[in-house]
């Protein structure tokens, strides 16, 4: 079995290089680099001297980059005192603590309920078609904001997609690693949602890897993304909008798929701008990023990213947010029609609702700010109640309470357990 090269893909990404632009600047195939990191190829020796020069280190120091990584990374097993035995193993142990990282910030949750139910029954023999089908099932469960659904199903699917892997077909094999892919892209949702930023940042990396082994452009474009979720998660605002940035850069052509991961790279790139307090940036990512989805034409999901041009709205709304600036947010709210956006996607009309109170509540409009968390916790329950910022948001219009002009404040507020 191999073992990855995480330093040799650290050091080229490190320099801003993708794959792809590696492999330009050296004369190579793209699957070349991709096996090197992969560690199922490795340079011979006379192109070592060309990748150590491009990547501005020694051939000593190119030799140190070469051997063989941990198969996991050390953020998610510090601490432990030993490496999982296997690829497989360490993809089962992701998944359960993902699933129990969510269970337990699940409120009201009885202590017998099946939430890590790993040993589920396949609904028949694994095919790529009815495996597919329960992948789609985690991504909908999550986009709907029924991440305890979502939980649940995600050990016995990663079981099921775990085996197809095994088949002895190529074709299987690699259709296999795509929906592998995907449903490490899920469990890197559900980790960044509860802030299990190693959790994200393991399941984002074994997205990669599943995408590298099919060689899945799309597949890794939404590792990347991930990636960047779970680098924002810990704190690591630079290194996560390089990887935005660099993998945004990396994704060509006009086609849907394309224009789709481009454009949702680059709104969380706006919204790293944001959080830098660069406005002008951010607003120069978003204009790209709405002119991407204009050229789509309508809503859509393509690879479970809900882009399209309410997306992009909602975003610059975030942006607003983030900027700190109620007005703008406002004036952005007031041109979204949420009932445009696909059906399922309760995730991110929550996410209107609750960037639409946070600027209601900070011009003193509290009765707005609170029929919009009504409407956060009629599409999306479980979001409210675990909400870090819902939550201060109710406590702020809690200490200014007149139960007159705002009725459903108080029950809202026990519901959510902000108050007894």
């Known amino acids: 079995m191999t073992t990855r090269r995480d330093a040799l893909a650290a050091r080229r990404e490190a320099l801003g290089f993708t794959q792809e632009t590696l492999a330009h600047e050296l004369g190579v195939e793209l699957s070349t680099v991709g096996r090197w990191e992969r560690g199922t190829g490795t340079p011979q020796p006379w192109r070592r001297p060309d990748l150590a020069r491009v990547l501005h280190v020694s051939l000593d120091e190119l030799h140190k980059l070469l051997k063989p990584s941990p198969l996991i990374d050390d953020v998610a097993t510090a601490g432990t005192g030993q490496q999982l035995a296997s690829r497989r193993e360490a993809i089962a142990d992701t998944v359960l603590l993902t699933s129990a990282a969510v269970a337990d910030q699940l409120p009201g949750r009885r202590p017998d309920s099946p939430l890590l139910d790993s040993h589920a029954a396949p609904r028949g023999a694994p095919t790529v078609r009815n495996t597919s089908t329960m992948v789609a099932e985690v991504h909908q469960a999550y986009q709907a904001a029924r991440y305890a659904e979502a939980a649940r199903l995600l050990p016995s699917v990663t079981a099921t997609v775990d085996a197809l892997v095994f088949e ?149 709304l975030s942006v607003a947010v983030a900027l700190g600036d109620p007005y703008a947010a406002l004036t952005t709210a007031q041109q979204i029609d949420i009932v445009r956006l696909p059906i399922g996607l309760h995730g991110r009309q929550a996410q209107f609702h609750l960037d639409s109170a946070w600027a209601h509540a900070r011009l003193g409009e509290d009765p707005e700010a609170v029929i919009h968390l009504l409407d956060t916790e009629r599409v999306a329950p479980e979001l409210v109640r675990t909400n870090p910022k819902a939550h201060t948001l109710i406590e702020e219009l809690l200490a200014r309470e007149r139960r007159c002009t705002v009725p459903g404040l108080r029950g809202l507020a026990q519901r959510t357990g902000v108050a007894a």
């Open 168 to 316: 002895p077909t190529a074709k299987t094999r690699r259709e296999a690693f795509v929906l592998q892919c995907s449903l490490h892209i899920a469990a890197a949702k559900l980790a960044t949602k509860v802030g299990d930023a190693a959790g994200a940042w393991t399941a984002a990396v074994q997205a990669r890897e599943a995408a590298e082994a099919a060689e899945d452009t799309f597949g890794q474009a939404g590792a990347a993304y991930q990636r960047t979720c779970a680098l924002l998660r810990a704190g690591r605002l630079d290194d996560a909008e390089q990887t935005a940035v660099s993998a945004a850069d990396a994704v060509r052509g006009t086609d849907p798929q394309s224009m789709t991961w481009r454009g949702a790279l680059t709104l969380i790139s706006a919204i790293i701008a944001a959080r830098r307090s660069d406005s002008a940036e951010a607003t120069r990512r978003l204009d790209h990023a709405e002119e991407l989805a204009g050229l789509l034409g309508a809503d859509g999901n393509i690879g479970w990213t809900a882009f399209g041009p309410t997306n992009a709205l909602i975003h610059r």
